[in-house]
Each structure stands twice: as structure tokens, then as C-alpha cells.
């Protein structure tokens, strides 16, 4: 069966995240629905990421098998036709290797965290970003995010639930930009922990906000203490922006 690499982006407003559930509507079971409609013989779709409910995506990748071979323009077509009106799109199709993974050969993840910093409620960005109604101090946040890039035990900023054997994780970065009232936290690594992405920018929205001295920030990961990590930023605002594999992938 030929294999397939798709490039996926959502709106992850309406679903209980990527993961396939039962009674609750997911990413990865609307677009298994579409490849249903297009072969009916095509098993599951596994992605790179299995993002939480209300998390969103422009770069999700998946992989998956058909009994047949595609043209890859025609095959994102056809998936399209069938996803509607789900806000769900494969922005790319492309043939893959029989081996390629789509979860296992990622060398590197990249999330975007959006905080738009207004007093007025949302509108246009309602469930597409997290406001915070005063102004963030940037500088400050910087400098508390330089504490967590490296190698680290991360077991601060992560869930209680979460599933992964060790807390060790390496971050590559954590960059911080300013784009008027918008403030967007750019995080690359070859893997997260459970709600690691949005612990980090809750804590440092409380660096930003005055309320924590960037130093505390530093103090929290060396606790290694889950009580010491500040507020988990809400979902609404992050996004799944890109998976990278080794070159040919």
C-alpha cells in the first residue's frame, strides 16, 4: 500500500484535540472519515503531534496508507471535498516512503503561542489567541525564557498526566517577538512534554505581568515541583506550527 505524508492545519476550537475518541469529535477522526470516503480500505491516520483540545494547527503532519496511488494534488483535493465543512484542510500531499513516520522521524517541533494584550474582548481573534487585558513587559520575559533553554528536567512545566517515561527534555528555543499588542512566543524542540508549551507561557505571562522576578523563573525548573509553575495558559492560543524530518522525509 503506498504511503502518504500529509500537511495538515485546523481549527482546533471545535474538537476534543488531534487523538481519535469514541463519543467526542477529533481532528484525527475527521480526516480518517474523509480517507474512508475516498478508500474505504485505508486505515488510521497517525500524526506527528497529538495536540490537546482547543489547540490549532498550520503545519500538522500525518502519515497514512492507501490502496492505491494518488496524484498528490488530486489527493489533497479529494480529502478537502470530503473534510468540509469541518475547519480542517490538508495543505499538502506528497508520496512517502514505506517506513516514513510520522511521529517517530520528527527531528523537530515548532509551536506558536499567540497573547494579544487589550482590555477589549476579541472578536475577529476569538479562540485563535489568549488576551491579557494590560500590557506584558517583553524585555523581562526574555530574560526569564533564557533560564529554560537547554537541556533540562522539565518536570515543573509539565501535566500531572502526562505519560512520557522521563521529564528530560531539550529546548532549543524560546523566542519572544512584539507585534504591536500582539506578543508571539516562537518554541522549538524535537519533543514536548504534556502541556509544556502553554506552562511555560503562563509562567512567564506572570514574569511579564510584574508579578513573578524573571530569577523565580529559573527557581521553578530547578524545584523540579509542579506547585511551583505558574498558571497553564489556555489553549486558545496555541498552534502546531511546523514538523521537521531529516531531509527526503
Not at 492545519?9 to 480526516?31: C, I, K, N, T
Amino acid at each position: 500500500m503506498p504511503r502518504y505524508k500529509l500537511t495538515i492545519e485546523y481549527h482546533g476550537g471545535p474538537f476534543s484535540g488531534w487523538q481519535r475518541q469514541e463519543d467526542r469529535p477529533s481532528v484525527q477522526g475527521a480526516l480518517e472519515a474523509a480517507l474512508a470516503r475516498i478508500d474505504p480500505a485505508a486505515p488510521t491516520a497517525t500524526g506527528a503531534g497529538r495536540t490537546d483540545a482547543g489547540v490549532h494547527a498550520t503545519g500538522q503532519v500525518a502519515h497514512c496508507d492507501l490502496s492505491r496511488e494518488w496524484d498528490p494534488f488530486r489527493l489533497a483535493e479529494a480529502l478537502n471535498w470530503h473534510l468540509k465543512p469541518a475547519p480542517v484542510a490538508v495543505t499538502a500531499a506528497a508520496p512517502a516512503p514505506d517506513d516514513f513516520h510520522a511521529r517517530f522521524d520528527a527531528i523537530e517541533r515548532r509551536y506558536l503561542y499567540r497573547v494579544i494584550c487589550r482590555r477589549a474582548p476579541l472578536t475577529i481573534e476569538r479562540g485563535l489567541a489568549w488576551r491579557v487585558p494590560a500590557a506584558l513587559d517583553v524585555e523581562a520575559m526574555r530574560r526569564a525564557a533564557a533560564h529554560l533553554v537547554g537541556r533540562h528536567d522539565f518536570t515543573t512545566f509539565r501535566s500531572s498526566i502526562c505519560q512520557a517515561k522521563s521529564p528530560v527534555r531539550t529546548l532549543d528555543a524560546l523566542e519572544i517577538e512584539q507585534l504591536g499588542d500582539e506578543i508571539r512566543f516562537h518554541v522549538r524542540a524535537r519533543s514536548f512534554l504534556h502541556n509544556q508549551v502553554r506552562s511555560f507561557v503562563g509562567t512567564l505571562e506572570r514574569v511579564g505581568a510584574g508579578k513573578w522576578p524573571p530569577e523565580r523563573v529559573a527557581q521553578a525548573l530547578a524545584a523540579r515541583d509542579r506547585a511551583q509553575c505558574g498558571p497553564v495558559a489556555p489553549p486558545d492560543g496555541l498552534y502546531l506550527a511546523q514538523v521537521r524530518y531529516p531531509d527526503g522525509l
